[in-house]
């Protein structure tokens, strides 16, 4: 079992940043790849970045290439997302995922997911 607990969330301007963060308890957690999705309201849930479980291997979505950092620190048990110019469509709560797979953009390869924060960007 693995425990996810996200945090970092809020409202921020367009054009500014933000630095999610995803605790994680239970299992070795330096032997899972993370990953990160989002979801806004009344659409599906979109995958944004993914990192391997060493940090060696990383893989992004097109909406956010570019824009968003996803990193992880395994002596804190911590997955970042650093995301950078935002917009409005970067609008949704984000959740935190972790599986047994490699880098995968498939929510489906992620067996443990968190509660999600919510992201707002203001225009």
């Known amino acids: 079992q693995v425990q996810l607990v996200e945090s970092g969330g809020g409202l921020v301007q367009a054009g500014g940043s933000l630095r999610l963060s995803c605790a994680a308890s239970g299992r070795t957690f330096s032997s899972v790849t993370m990953g990160w999705f989002r979801q806004a309201p009344g659409k599906e849930r979109e995958f944004a970045a993914a990192?391997?479980?060493?940090?060696?291997?990383?893989t992004y979505g097109d909406s956010v290439k570019g824009r968003f950092t996803i990193s992880r620190d395994n002596t804190k048990n911590t997955v970042y997302l650093q995301m950078n110019s935002l917009v409005g469509e970067d609008t949704a709560v984000y959740y935190c995922?972790?599986?047994?797979?490699?880098?995968?953009?498939?929510?489906?390869?992620?067996?443990?997911w968190g509660q999600g924060t919510q992201v707002t960007v203001s225009s």
């Open positions: 995922a972790a599986g047994d797979w490699g880098v995968t953009s498939s929510p489906s390869r992620y067996r443990y």
């Open positions: 990192i391997s479980w060493s940090g060696s291997s990383t």
